[in-house]
T-cell receptor, first 122, second 111 residues
Framework: DTAVSQTPKYLVTQMGNDKSIKCEQN?????MYWYKQDSKKFLKIMFS???????INETVPNRFSPKSPDKAHLNLHINSLELGDSAVYFC?????????????????????FGSGTRLTVV | GESVGLHLPTLSVQEGDNSIINCAYS??????FIWYKQESGKGPQFIID?????DKRQGQRVTVLLNKTVKHLSLQIAATQPGDSAVYFC??????????FGAGTRLFVKA
């Protein structure tokens, strides 16, 4: 039973296309995230939602739009794909949005990651 | 901006030896740190965490050391096994909300 599942696992598409990546978590976590990992393995946060509310919106092109229909789902839609968008995109979830809140609840703060979506733009 | 960095991009160790992976962080206000392990084709996986009010924490075969004076974090893996081969990330959180990941260190375990 996969805790954080992303689809698709691989996505190859042409420049200019619009594509979506879906993410679902069955852990009952309140907070979900999208991270981008480049070819050098560097992980950079893009967005975070807590109970369907956007709480982190890093400096990413507005071609990227997250959507959270409920707290178990966080999807990422990308318009007008560019070569530089090629990367691995990871969805993650955590029990609480804040370390301090996790401590008060007696929870571990760490993230649970999905297995990633490798996006290749040609 | 603040960042988390690693001293060594790659580390090669003999099976059975101990491994030490180092990490330098620049934000003295960071109060929570986590080490993650990422195997090929998978997402990062939580290994061990430590809060800034501690200087050492031990898990199964892993120990994390925190030196706030020099803003240094290390992950020690005892009796390294082939299954430990992966990329290891340190991550810091300051006041919650956002976790910043370091660049990663690739660990190779030689049989």
């Amino acid at each position: 039973d996969t805790a954080v599942s992303q689809t698709p696992k691989y996505l190859v598409t042409q420049m200019g296309n619009d594509k979506s990546i879906k993410c679902e978590q069955n852990l009952g976590h309140d907070t979900m995230y999208w991270y981008k990992q480049d070819s050098k393995k560097f992980l950079k946060i893009m967005f975070s939602y807590n109970n369907k509310e956007l709480i982190i919106n890093e400096t990413v092109p507005n071609r990227f739009s997250p959507k959270s229909p409920d707290k178990a789902h966080l999807n990422l839609h990308i318009n007008s794909l560019e070569l530089g968008d090629s990367a691995v995109y990871f969805c993650a979830s955590s029990q609480a949005p804040l370390v301090s809140l996790s401590v008060r609840r007696g929870l571990r703060y760490g993230y649970t990651f999905g297995s990633g979506t490798r996006l290749t733009v040609v | 901006g603040e960042s988390v960095g690693l001293h060594l991009p790659t580390l090669s160790v003999q099976e059975g030896d101990n491994s030490i992976i180092n990490c330098a962080y620049s934000n003295s206000a960071s109060d929570y740190f986590i080490w993650y392990k990422q195997e090929s084709g998978k997402g990062p996986q939580f290994i061990i965490d430590i809060r800034s009010n501690m200087d050492k924490r031990q898990g199964q075969r892993v120990t994390v050391l925190l030196n706030k004076t020099v803003k240094h974090l290390s992950l020690q893996i005892a009796a390294t096994q082939p299954g430990d081969s992966a990329v290891y990330f340190c991550a810091e959180t300051t006041g919650g909300f956002k976790t910043i990941f370091g660049a990663g260190t690739r660990l190779f375990v030689k049989a």
